[in-house]
């Protein structure tokens, strides 16, 4: 099993849509946990970066975490083209030296 | 966030040249800086960690002859490629950590494409 899993998609939604891009990890001691943004051809870019349970929210993105169900959610509102990307989910390893991400999920918001 | 460049962002070089990549954090000191290959729709697959003024270590399967990696400063790692085949032509991703706020930050440069012909 992977420490970090996440559905690979594609995911397609029209414009304005909420969307919901979701990620499960195994290890219950992981804390810290990322969502990174990647469009074709360029490097990741972090997003929102949280530290246990609960909510954070960053304009139109919230990101989620739910320690009790291992599960890490980003929601984005009103959804643009320009969030068509890939969104990788990140945890730090338990040494603290290293992020293990999970596969990422292609999004396309269409207009 | 912090400003991780890399240099070339493209390079056609003939097989069996060697090739250098740069990697640079431009407004932080990082120890540790990490390297990743992506083929087209597939996800990031790190190849090494390089700890500033020791040796990098290498994943399972990356040979390290092959791809040599220095970090002789806090803001520059390199990764050369030797000896290129055709088979190496890949998107290759730096990565430096920033640890400045007490917090382990990770951000990555904008990627480098390699075509070996």
């Known amino acids: 099993q992977k420490e970090v899993e996440q559905d690979p998609g594609p995911l397609s939604v029209p414009e304005g849509a909420i969307v919901s891009l979701n990620c499960t990890y195994s290890n219950s001691a992981f804390q810290y946990f990322m969502w990174y943004r990647q469009y074709s051809r360029k490097g990741p870019e972090l997003l929102m970066y949280t530290y246990s349970s609960g909510n954070k929210e960053d304009g139109r993105f919230t990101a989620q975490v739910d320690k009790s169900s291992k599960y890490i959610s980003l929601f984005i509102r009103d959804s643009q083209p320009s969030d068509s990307a890939t969104y990788l989910c990140a945890t730090i390893n338990n040494a603290g030296n290293m992020l293990t991400f999970g596969g990422g999920t292609r999004l396309m918001v269409k207009p | 966030g912090a400003v991780v460049s890399q240099h070339p962002s493209w390079v056609i070089c003939k097989s069996g040249t060697s090739v250098k990549i740069e990697c640079r954090s431009l407004d932080f000191q990082a120890t540790t800086m990490f390297w990743y290959r992506q083929f087209p729709k597939q996800s990031l697959m790190l190849m090494a960690t390089?700890?500033?003024?020791?040796?990098?270590?290498?994943e399972q399967g990356v040979e390290k002859d092959k791809f040599l990696i220095n970090h002789a400063s806090l803001t520059l790692s390199t990764l050369t490629v030797t000896s290129a085949h055709p088979e190496d032509s890949s998107f290759y991703i730096c990565s430096a950590v920033d640890r400045g706020n007490g917090i382990y930050e990770q951000y990555f440069g904008p990627g480098t494409r390699l075509t070996v012909t």
């Open positions: 390089s700890n500033e003024g020791s040796k990098a270590t290498y």
